[in-house]
């Protein structure tokens, strides 16, 4: 089984930056697609950006690109989410998760079969 543990989140003024980590654990991450989703008070939850743990190749919402990388340490298994120019519509709580199939960068929730517990960031104005 695969375990998802998220760390990172808090408080920031807007413009700032912040990086999430998410460490994974049970499983080799070589055929996953790992993705990062938020959801802020009130809404669904929405897809921010998501990569191919073999290959590397990623996708973005279209609210983040150009402010957020997501990335990868095959060595420590933990994924990454590098957030800058913080805005204050960016504060929610933020999922890690993990899909085992699909072969490309899926940004529906529905695809992905493991999540984290969530880590809460705060974006002040």
């Known amino acids: 089984q695969l375990q998802l543990v998220e760390s990172g989140g808090g408080l920031v003024q807007a413009g700032g930056s912040l990086r999430l980590s998410c460490a994974a654990s049970?499983?080799?991450?070589?055929?996953?697609?790992m993705g990062w989703f938020r959801q802020a008070p009130g809404k669904e939850r929405e897809f921010v950006a998501a990569?191919?743990?073999?290959?590397?190749?990623?996708a973005y919402a279209d609210s983040v690109k150009g402010r957020f990388t997501i990335s990868r340490d095959n060595a420590k298994q933990t994924e990454y989410l590098r957030m800058n120019s913080l805005k204050p519509e960016d504060t929610a709580v933020y999922y890690c998760?993990?899909?085992?199939?699909?072969?490309?960068?899926?940004?529906?929730?529905?695809?992905?079969?493991?999540w984290g517990q969530g880590t809460r960031l705060t974006v002040s104005s």
């Open positions: 998760a993990a899909d085992p199939r699909s072969r490309g960068t899926p940004v529906v929730a529905d695809a992905y079969d493991y």
């Open positions: 049970g499983r080799t991450l070589s055929s996953y697609v």
């Open positions: 990569i191919r743990w073999t290959g590397g190749s990623t």
